[in-house]
């Protein structure tokens, strides 16, 4: 079955410092997507970056990289340089592109980056 | 383009009362979902739809009712609520299913049942 899971709730980091998001996924599906939200205090949800499955290098998307390792099923995100800004809840999701073709999201970290 | 919208953007109803939020978007996209978003939950999937006249269940579907007439509307029906739907509920969509792509959402619905 299709399933992400996030096992931080919360993260600290100190500015201008990288920090990694964890996110590991299940599916049985061959073809599938990876995704990455972010949702500031604000409510609205912000798309950051993809990976396809059959992506061969790891995608990036400025200060944004996603930490494809399919064998081992994980789909890290690290942010590099953080901002205060950067303060919000991080979403890791997943899409099949067979099959029922839900989008189906993580629980989230909550990310909070000190001065 | 107005992207995806909702309305209404707050609503309380009492228990036992129903109603509907809308949803619609103007980008043509085939693919359109309902979640609901409570704390320490993350986002589940109500229901979704591939296409007009195609709906499907996802995690959560019990007391949600969905019909999708056209391409651009997705309204959410809540046939008799209950304290537990209290939630903030987001609209998405996105391109066609059997391509991969980001979805785009609304900003977001939240209701309160007392």
């Known amino acids: 079955a299709q399933k992400i899971t996030q096992t931080q709730p919360g993260m600290f980091v100190q500015e201008k410092e990288a920090v990694t998001l964890d996110c590991t996924y299940d599916t049985s599906d061959p073809s599938y997507g990876l995704f990455w939200y972010k949702q500031p205090s604000s409510g609205e949800m912000i798309f950051l970056i993809y990976?396809?499955?059959?992506?061969?290098q790891n995608a990036t998307e400025g200060r944004y990289s996603l930490n494809f390792q399919k064998a081992r099923k994980s789909a890290n995100l690290v942010i590099s340089a953080s901002q205060l800004g950067d303060s919000a809840m991080y979403f890791c999701?997943?899409?099949?592109?067979?099959?029922?073709?839900?989008?189906?999201f993580g629980t989230g970290t909550r990310l909070k980056v000190l001065a | 383009n107005a992207g995806v919208t909702q309305t209404p953007k707050f609503q309380v109803l009492k228990t036992g009362q129903s109603m509907t939020l809308q949803c619609a978007q103007d980008m043509n996209h085939e693919y359109m979902s309902w979640y609901r978003q409570d704390p320490g939950m993350g986002l589940r999937l109500i229901h979704y739809?591939?296409?007009?006249?195609?709906?499907d269940q996802g995690e959560v579907p019990n007391g949600y009712n969905v019909s999708r007439s056209t391409t651009e509307d997705f309204p959410l029906r809540l046939l008799s609520a209950a304290p537990s739907q209290t939630s903030v509920y987001f609209c998405?969509?996105?391109?066609?299913?059997?391509?991969?792509?980001?979805?785009?959402f609304g900003p977001g619905t939240r209701l309160t049942v007392t």
């Open positions: 999701a997943m899409r099949e592109v067979s099959g029922t073709y839900k989008y189906i």
């Open positions: 990976q396809g499955s059959y992506d061969q």
């Open positions: 739809s591939v296409g007009a006249g195609i709906t």
């Open positions: 998405a969509s996105s391109y066609s299913p059997g391509a991969l792509g980001e979805q785009y």
